[in-house]
């Protein structure tokens, strides 16, 4: 049961305030993850709630590309894990944010824009309901994918059941 997607995408402003009408926006730098701490990092559900997987264990990997954060996550290790993931297949949850620290960020008041130059550690990537960024992804892994593992895994089982009968016999 794995899960991909993007936490973060750079240089996608996004509006995080609204006040008197004036929008002020923040974006990720495509280089602010360069020097990050991203020792522990772990993967959850609204950044709360039992962990259903994390880096340490090596069931959350995360890559930077030219797009932004990548995550996969492998989730059948826990309960919670896996209805995230049923919920992410149904496409009731289709969105990720990530937690973090800052260590340099710019701000330009013209536009009032947030850039977030420096991430000092990340925390968790989280599946989420409602998005800062609305360009972040989440996905289950393909439909076929996941029936050909299936299908093996019964392959499997009915080989074992055949082998246990032909024992007793």
């Known amino acids: ?4 997607g993007y936490a ?15 929008e002020y926006k923040e974006q990720v730098d495509d280089r602010a993850f360069d020097e990050a701490d991203v020792s522990d990092v772990i993967f959850n559900y609204n950044h709360m709630g039992k962990v259903m997987a994390r880096t340490r264990n090596k069931t959350l990997q995360i ?4 797009k932004g954060l990548f995550i996969r996550a492998r ?6 894990g896996k209805r995230i993931y ?24 013209a536009n009032h824009m947030r850039t977030i130059r420096k ?11 409602i998005p800062a960024y609305d360009d972040t992804s989440i996905s289950a892994r393909s439909y076929f994918l ?14 074992t059941r055949m082998l246990i009968i032909k024992t007793y016999l």
């Open 1 to 4: 049961m794995y899960v991909e």
């Open 8 to 22: 973060a995408t750079f240089n996608s402003p996004t509006v995080v305030w609204e006040y008197d009408g004036v």
């Open 63 to 66: 890559s930077v590309d030219k």
């Open 75 to 80: 989730l059948d290790g826990t309960e919670e």
């Open 86 to 109: 049923e919920e992410i297949d149904g496409g009731y949850i289709d969105r990720m944010s990530f937690a973090f620290t800052t260590q340099e960020e710019a701000y330009d008041s």
């Open 119 to 129: 991430i000092k550690k990340l925390y968790d990537v989280s599946a989420v309901s």
């Open 146 to 159: 996941l029936e050909s593992e299936k299908e093996k895994a019964r392959a499997s089982a009915d080989l």
